[in-house]
């Protein structure tokens, strides 16, 4: 299986804010990478898909970059409502592998 | 917009068989890929495998001697069996639609139904 190590496992961060959580796969999976929000109770969010992708109606402070092992997720300003965990997934290879996730909290 | 919902029972006993379905709302069962998820308390995500909509599956093998993964494209459902359950199978499944080129990519998800093992 692909291991994906994901980092921070939580973070603290003001409004307005540049958040940056990394992501890094145990062999090369190309631009096979997709990033999600998950709020508590709530469906999960596909927000990036092929490491830079964003989906449509996602809003645009989010962005993904990176290929091979490392990979990068942004919101280049935070706000109250990207609250959640963060998980990236990697779409290689099955068995699909996610990393452990970055809960985001304010600061 | 699609809507996919769990269902099932919340509390299994330990050996018995879990069993749960996901109602498709807002789209087809064709042409996609449906897959279910699994967290248990306090850790990560799991993918468990997943079925297309013609009936074909592909399991995590973690899971495959205990897994089936099924369509009914008359009910727009899909389900999921899980065989010898144990505690250890406690756990939030959900469902989710799969995309992409690999069906890699799970565009659409459940909230998710909290399963306890227990006897």
């Known amino acids: 299986d692909i291991q994906m190590t994901q980092s921070p496992s939580s973070l603290s961060a003001s409004i307005g804010d540049r958040v940056t959580i990394t992501c890094q796969a145990s062999r090369d999976i190309t631009n096979y990478l997709n990033w999600y929000q998950h709020k508590p109770g709530k469906a999960p969010k596909l927000l990036i898909y092929?490491?830079?992708n964003l989906k449509t109606g996602v809003p645009s402070r989010f962005s993904g970059s990176g290929s091979g092992t490392d990979f990068t997720f942004t919101i280049s300003s935070l706000q109250p409502e990207d609250i959640a965990t963060y998980y990236c997934?990697?779409?290689?290879?099955?068995?699909?592998?996610f990393g452990q996730g970055t809960k985001l909290e304010i600061k | 917009q699609v809507h996919l919902q769990e269902s099932g029972p919340g509390l299994v006993k330990p050996s018995e068989t879990l069993s749960l379905t996901c109602t498709v709302s807002?789209?087809?069962?064709?042409?996609?890929?449906w897959s279910w998820f699994r967290q248990p308390p306090g850790k990560g995500l799991e993918w468990i495998g997943f079925v297309y909509y013609g009936g074909s599956t592909t399991y995590n093998p973690s899971l495959k001697s205990r897994v089936t993964i099924s369509v009914d494209m008359s009910k727009n459902q899909f389900s999921l069996k899980l065989s010898s359950v144990t505690a250890a199978d406690t756990a939030v499944y959900y469902c989710a639609r799969a995309v992409g080129t690999v069906a890699g990519q799970f565009d659409s998800w459940g909230q998710g139904t909290l399963v306890t093992v227990s006897s």
């Open positions: 092929d490491a830079s």
């Open positions: 807002g789209a087809s069962i064709s042409p996609y890929y």
């Open positions: 997934q990697q779409s290689d290879n099955v068995p699909f592998t």
